[in-house]
């Protein structure tokens, strides 16, 4: 009778054991389902904007963001909330930028309002929509698949030195160049939007000291954007600073 008993434990057990590894691969599995799901979604949402509001100015040549426009009006017709455009040639990064009035929103939501893992790219809501602050913050998720700031990983692993263009809804192209780009805790000041005329050059001269790489010039007056993103751990986040 013991060895019975015995036995019916053991089966029970393994059935439990069953049970349990079928049920993590079921959950597992639809976990993966719905990211590539939605990665898949927000790939197609970017393709479709970007084929209808990017015009070339020379059809002729590569539709780098030397050479093209953005029809702002479909855009705001599509999302009220956009305040410009964002592209870095050589990378996935050529995306509208949204603004709200708090930081989560645009986390978990795409420029369709959607709910979103990969979210959009978002201003800081502290910054003025026209990008005339010291240092206008923008965020976006790092996604493994490649989309959103994923590519901001390759500046700070110095494979990428393109400026960063910033299109405007008044029509205007900016053109920054990259001066800074390190890892840093989530909640450190250096993206903090509050910098003004008087402590920007020492902002500066502090991201320039925290950099992983020189980028050999000087930075004289102008305007920082900060693009910040987390890094593959999702522990701490990866910084950028351009000035114009």
């Not at 003025?128 to 998720?141: A, E, L, M, P, Q």
């Not at 205007?172 to 920007?200: A, H, L, Q, R, V």
């Not at 102008?222 to 351009?242: E, P």
Request: glycine share 4%; proline share 2%.
């Amino acid at each position: 009778m013991r060895k019975g008993s015995a036995r019916r434990r053991e089966n029970k057990l393994y059935k439990y054991i069953f049970f349990t590894l079928v049920l993590i691969f079921v959950i597992s599995s639809s976990i993966i389902i719905y990211w590539l799901f939605q990665t898949r979604k927000t790939n197609n949402i970017s393709k479709d904007i970007i084929a209808d509001v990017t015009i070339p100015i020379n059809s002729n040549e590569k539709a780098n963001a030397e050479n093209i426009t953005i029809d702002f009006n479909k855009l705001l017709e599509l999302n009220n909330q956009v305040v410009g455009w964002i592209k870095i040639n050589n990378t996935t990064i050529n995306y509208p930028i949204l603004k709200t009035n708090n930081n989560d929103y645009y986390l978990t939501h795409n420029i369709l309002n959607e709910n979103s893992t990969n979210g959009w790219i978002f201003m800081d809501y502290r910054n003025k929509s026209d990008f005339s602050d010291k240092n206008t913050v923008i965020y976006g998720h790092n996604i493994k698949s490649g989309i959103m700031f994923s590519d901001l990983k390759k500046v700070y692993n110095k494979k990428l030195k393109e400026d960063i263009y910033i299109y405007t809804t008044d029509g205007k192209i900016n053109k920054y160049k990259i001066y800074s780009c390190y890892m840093c805790e989530p909640d450190s000041i250096p993206i903090n939007p509050y910098i003004n005329n008087g402590n920007y050059d020492e902002f500066v001269n502090n991201m320039k000291q925290r950099s992983n790489y020189d980028y050999g010039f000087d930075v004289v007056n102008g305007k920082t954007i900060t693009l910040s993103t987390c890094d593959s751990t999702g522990k701490s986040r990866i910084i950028v600073h351009a000035f114009n």
